[in-house]
C-alpha cells in the first residue's frame, strides 16, 4: 500500500513540477522585456523583480521564463529530427539485413565517434545561424542510439510467425514493416525520447554558452547561464537563478521519462 502511495504520490509531484514550469514559461513568453529599463539595470532582487535585473534592466523572472520555453522549442524540435531519422535508419537497417545491414551500423559507429560539438558546428555553417539550423544539427547527432534500439527490437520481431504469415499471403516488404513491425517500437521511441531529452538540453545550453547555438536577441538558458557566469562575481543572482531553473527542467523531464519508462515496461 505504502509502495503505491509513494508511486502516485511521485506522478503527482512530477505533474505539478511540469505544471509549474509551463506557467513560468507562459509568463515569461507573453511578458518578457524586448527592451531594457536601464534605471532598473542590475539591480538585486526585490519585491518587484524577485530574480533581479539583468545589465539592461530586464526582469530575470521574465527573462529565464523565456529562456526555459525557448530552450524547450528547441529540444523538442531536436527530439522529432532524432527519432524520425533513428527510427526509419533503423527500420531500413534491420529490413535489408546482410551486408547492407552491417554497413549501416558501421555508419551510426564512424558518427558516434566524430567530436558532437564540431558535427553541430559544420551543420551550422551550413545551414547558417538559426533555431532550424540548430535543432536540425542537434538532431542529427542524437538519432544513432535509437537507430540501434529500432534495429533491435525489429530483428526480434521480423522472426515472429505473424510476420512470416503475412509474407506468406503476399504483403509486401512496406506494408509489413508499418502495418506489422513498426507499431511494436513506438514503446522504445517514446521511452528514448523522453529519456534522451535532458541530454538534448544538455547540448543546446552547451553550444549556446559557447556561443555556437541560440543567437541574439533570442536568449536560451545557454544564453542567460553564459551572460550570468560572465558577471557572478558581482551579481551572483544573474548565475544562480538561471542555474537553479535548469536543473529543475533536467529534473521535472528526467522525472517524466523514467515514470513513462516505468510504465511500459509492465505492459
Known amino acids: 500500500m505504502e509502495s503505491g502511495i509513494g508511486k502516485e504520490t511521485e506522478v503527482k509531484a512530477a505533474f505539478i513540477s511540469f505544471l ?5 514559461v507562459v509568463i515569461g513568453s507573453i511578458a518578457s522585456q524586448s527592451s531594457g529599463d536601464l534605471p ?16 539592461l534592466g530586464r526582469d530575470m523572472f521574465l527573462r529565464i521564463g523565456s529562456g526555459l520555453g525557448l530552450s524547450l522549442w ?19 537497417s534491420a529490413l535489408l539485413g546482410g551486408r547492407i545491414d552491417r554497413l549501416m551500423m558501421r555508419g551510426t559507429e564512424v558518427l558516434n565517434a566524430l567530436p558532437l560539438i564540431l558535427f553541430v558546428v559544420l551543420v551550422g555553417l551550413y545551414m547558417g545561424r538559426s533555431l532550424v539550423a540548430l535543432f536540425v544539427a542537434i538532431g542529427a547527432v542524437e538519432w544513432t542510439t535509437l537507430a540501434r534500439m ?5 530483428l526480434k520481431v521480423r522472426s515472429k510467425d505473424f510476420i512470416l504469415a503475412a509474407r506468406t499471403f503476399g ?9 506489422h513491425m513498426l507499431p511494436h517500437t513506438l514503446g522504445v521511441v517514446i521511452t528514448y525520447a523522453l529519456l534522451n531529452l535532458p541530454a538534448i538540453l544538455i547540448l543546446e545550453a552547451t553550444l549556446s554558452y559557447l556561443g555556437l547555438g541560440v543567437q541574439p536577441p533570442h536568449a536560451s538558458l545557454g544564453v542567460l547561464l553564459q551572460e550570468g557566469a560572465a558577471a557572478m562575481t ?3 543572482w544573474l548565475l544562480l537563478w538561471p542555474a537553479a531553473a535548469f536543473v529543475w527542467l533536467l529534473l521535472t523531464v528526467y522525472a517524466a521519462g523514467e515514470k513513462l519508462r516505468r510504465r511500459l515496461s509492465r505492459n
Do not use: K, M
Not at 509549474?20 to 513560468?24: N, V
Not at 532598473?40 to 545589465?55: K, M, R, V, W, Y
Not at 528547441?74 to 531500413?92: D, E, H, P, R
Open 40 to 55: 532598473n539595470a542590475l539591480i538585486s532582487p526585490t519585491p518587484q523583480h524577485p530574480f533581479g535585473c539583468d545589465a
Open 20 to 24: 509549474l514550469l509551463l506557467l513560468w
Open 234 to 236: 558581482v551579481y551572483p
Open 74 to 92: 528547441v529540444g523538442l524540435w531536436a527530439s522529432v529530427v532524432a527519432v524520425v531519422v533513428g527510427t526509419i535508419y533503423g527500420s531500413l
Open 171 to 179: 504483403a509486401s516488404e512496406s506494408r509489413i514493416l508499418f502495418r
Open 150 to 154: 529500432v534495429r533491435a527490437r525489429l
